[in-house]
């Protein structure tokens, strides 16, 4: 098939246009979305971006078009992004891959509230873009707003061992992690499940 000179140069322009958009990292504004940070009792709003694969900042402009500015763990308490929340949460250790590592302060998603609240903090290992590199999700728990959170594992035994007590007083549950029913897959319905049936409870 023949394409005319008119058609290869065209298609080669737009060849370089969608290269150069996917590679500089202030082109996209479609990334940010409205959202907002507190710092003590003062909210700020703007726009974010969050890359879900780091516990320790996000990028925030007041406006679109102005330069953005790096917030990290220690220079705010939670924030919004889109309809996520972010907690800062400290004192945490953080599977990642064979290794572990310490986080003093993490942002943590906030992601079911309740008697029991489901944390997700997210990170990285290795370089992004570069090989082998991959993002990762750690889980937590905390019960009763106590500041003190599970770790929850992907490992059977030791999700079996890590959250066996911190349900005792629920023994249908108790007994369907011990059963092998509940997994890190299924974290989102345990917690689920637990909230429901306490609120119900202490509706009653």
Known sequence: MYFSPS?????????LV????????GYSFSK???????????????????SFDTYEHFFFKKELDQSRQKISVFD????????????????????????????????????????VNLYKVYSRL?????????????????????KSYVFVSANSSKFKENLSGLFTERRDISQKISSGYYSLKDIEHLVSDYNTSNSKAIAK
Do not use: H, R
């Open 7 to 15: 058609f290869k140069f065209w298609s080669f322009t737009l060849l």
């Open 18 to 25: 969608v290269i150069c958009c996917s590679t500089q990292p």
């Open 32 to 50: 940010y979305k409205k959202g907002y940070y507190f710092k003590g009792t003062e909210k700020v709003e703007g726009y974010i971006s969050f």
């Open 76 to 115: 705010c308490d939670s924030f919004v992004y889109g309809d996520k929340k972010f907690l800062k949460i400290p004192s945490l250790t953080l599977k990642m891959g064979i290794w572990n590592k310490s986080a003093p302060l993490a942002f943590a998603e906030l992601v079911i509230e309740g008697p």
């Open 126 to 146: 290795g370089n992004a873009g570069g090989a082998g590199s991959s993002k990762i999700t750690n889980v937590f728990l905390e019960k009763n707003n106590s």
